[in-house]
C-alpha cells in the first residue's frame, strides 16, 4: 500500500511559476513509477509527467513539454512537478499517482486526493 498526499497548489499569475510536492508513505517508494495527472472541470483526467523507478527517465504531455519538470528524491519519498511559465489552460485539479509499470496511462494503482491549481490570465 501507499498513501500519497499532495500539496503546493493555489494561485498563480499566468507565466508565474509552482511546485506541486506528493509526499509518500509505505515501503518501497523507490521501486514505484511516479505521475502527475491534471483534470479540468468538465474535462477527463490527462496525463501530465511521469518518472521511473528504475532509471530515472521522465516523460511528459506535448502540452507541458519544455514548461514543467518532475524530479523525485527517493530519501524523502517525495515527487515534485516544478511548473514554470504557466498558462490559465493549466487551470486544475493535479493528481498525483504510483505504480510498478504504467508510465502515460491513468491506469495507476495509488492516486492522491489531489491539489486545485489555479491560472488567472
Known amino acids: 500500500q501507499v498513501q500519497l498526499v499532495e500539496s503546493g497548489g493555489g494561485l498563480v499569475q499566468a507565466g508565474g511559476s509552482l511546485r506541486l510536492s506528493c509526499a509518500a508513505s509505505?515501503?518501497?517508494?523507490?521501486?514505484?513509477?511516479m505521475g502527475w495527472f491534471r483534470q479540468a472541470p468538465g474535462k477527463e483526467r490527462e496525463f501530465v509527467a511521469a518518472i521511473t523507478w528504475s532509471t530515472g527517465s521522465t516523460y511528459y504531455a506535448d502540452s507541458v513539454k519544455g514548461r514543467f519538470t518532475i524530479a523525485r528524491d527517493n530519501a524523502k519519498n517525495t515527487v515534485y512537478l516544478q511548473m514554470d511559465s504557466v498558462k490559465p489552460e493549466d487551470t486544475a485539479v493535479y493528481y498525483c499517482?504510483?505504480?510498478?509499470?504504467?508510465?502515460?496511462?491513468?491506469?495507476?494503482?495509488?492516486w492522491g486526493q489531489g491539489t486545485q491549481v489555479t491560472v488567472s490570465s
Open positions: 499517482a504510483a505504480d510498478r509499470d504504467r508510465i502515460r496511462t491513468s491506469r495507476y494503482d495509488y
Open positions: 509505505g515501503r518501497a517508494f523507490g521501486t514505484y513509477n
